[in-house]
Each structure stands twice: as C-alpha cells, then as structure tokens.
C-alpha cells in the first residue's frame, strides 16, 4: 500500500517567506527606533548691555557685551564681531580697540566681555557727536545669534565750552598818561574765524586795535 502526503510541493514554501519577511520588518523597525535624534540648537543670545551710553571726550572706556545661554551650557567658542559706524562722530573722534570677542566654551548662564574704545582728547569746540557699535555672532553649532540689543550708540561729551580768557580782568589807567596792555586768546578751537571787538563804556578812552582775528591756526595764542 502506498501513502500519500499532501501539501507537498511549491505551496510548502509560504511558512518560509513570511517568516522571512516578518524578520526584514523587525531589522527595519530595530534601524528606525536605534536612528539618533538630531540636536536642537541652543537658545543663546549676544547683546550689549546697554543701547546706548554716554563717555566723555578724552580717554579710553568700556562696554559691556553679555552672552545668555538661557541655563544650557554651550559646546564650542562664540566669536564675535564687533564694527564701528561713524555718525556725526567720525573717525577722528574715536578708535575702536576691540574687534572681536570671544566667549570661550563652557558657559552656562551668562557671561561677560567688555569692547574697548578710545575717545580722541581735542580742544574743538562743538555739539555732542556719536557714533553706533554693532555685533554679530559668526554661525555655531549652538545657534548663537545677536539679540534685540545688537546695537550701541555711544554720544562723546564735549568738554571744550567756547569763552574769552582775559590776561587782566580790569586796567586802571591814569588820564594824559600812557596806556596799558591786555591780552585775549580763546579757551577752544573754534571751526570758523573769531573776532573779538573790545568796547569802552562812557567814550572816556581808546582801545586798539578796534579788533582781534583768531582762527583754528592760532586760537591758543594770546593777542
């Protein structure tokens, strides 16, 4: 007697393929969950302290540029640049000392650099000149990047007030008798000629000459 065996041939592959094809599904499925997730970028901003600030016309000052990580802790060096733009205040006036800064990693919090400027000490009298820094962070891998403050307008004070400096206040001078001598020079540069007429109350007496000239060249020289 003969046995027969069915489900032979081709169709006793099917166990196979499936169980082949669920096994393609879990390495795929392993691939996708062991895939890393990107890292975001960091909420880090530059400002300057201030907007803007006021230094007298002589000397060299600071201001303050703060980085805020926002309490992450940075993961490379944030260089920043740091340009100067002339307003009424031009190069003459001023010099930027400071270039570039850098924050160096790792900062959590805040932290602080400082730009430096140099105001030109002149003896020219004029209005209060300013003139505007700005800032820019370089890419990084933390996303740092300027914040609302990104600008500083900086007014130099002027300390040169224009005035006359008299040698002598008041001359008493004797009548039939010879005359006596003063001289005037100004306390500023002025930016235009400046005549100095002196008067005499009463017409009881003669000044000359009637009048005296002095210009930016020789302002400081006493006539």
Known sequence: MTDAVRGAGPGTDRPTLLM?????????????????VPLQALAVTVNFDQASGDLPEAGTHTIAVTLDTGGATTTEDIVVDITATDGAATGPDYTLDTAEITFSQPITGTASLNVSVTITDDALFETDE????????????DGAAPGPTSDHTVTILDDDPAGVTLSD??????????????TVVLTSEPT????????????????????RNFTAANWDTPK
């Open 192 to 211: 235009d000629t400046v005549t100095i007429t002196p008067t005499v109350s009463g017409g009881l007496a003669q000044v000359t000459p009637a009048s």
């Open 169 to 182: 206040p008041s001359l008493n001078v004797t009548e039939g008798a010879a005359g006596d001598t003063y």
């Open 130 to 141: 300013d003139f505007q820094l700005s800032l820019d962070v370089r890419p990084n891998a």
């Open 20 to 36: 082949r094809a669920v096994a393609v599904f879990a390495l795929v499925a392993s691939v996708m969950i062991a895939a890393p």
